[in-house]
């Protein structure tokens, strides 16, 4: 398997074929068991990826406190 930057593993094909994982469906978990067997659960499919659903927490989340760059402004210390 290969890793690219970001830490994301190509899986080969005769192995995404066995667990079923389709283009652009993400990978819950895989771990390896103690006697080596691989364990992969596949997330579950929605409309939104799991990227998006996360951010969509924090939308509005600072509204009060002004713009991004006025928030990291203060953040530095700079005002």
């Known amino acids: 398997m290969n890793t690219t930057s970001k830490c994301q593993v190509t899986l080969p094909r005769r192995l995404r074929e066995a667990?079923?994982?389709?283009?652009?469906?993400e990978?819950?978990?895989?771990?390896?068991?103690h006697d080596g067997r691989p364990v992969i659960a596949i997330?579950?499919?929605?409309?939104?990826?799991?990227?998006?659903?996360?951010?969509?927490?924090?939308?509005?989340c600072l509204k009060e406190r002004g713009t991004t760059d006025q928030l990291l402004r203060e953040l530095r210390g700079h005002e």
Do not use: H, K, Y
């Open 27 to 33: 990978v819950e978990t895989f771990l390896i068991e």
């Open 43 to 60: 997330a579950p499919t929605s409309d939104q990826s799991r990227g998006r659903e996360l951010a969509s927490r924090w939308v509005g």
């Open 19 to 25: 667990v079923g994982i389709g283009p652009r469906q």
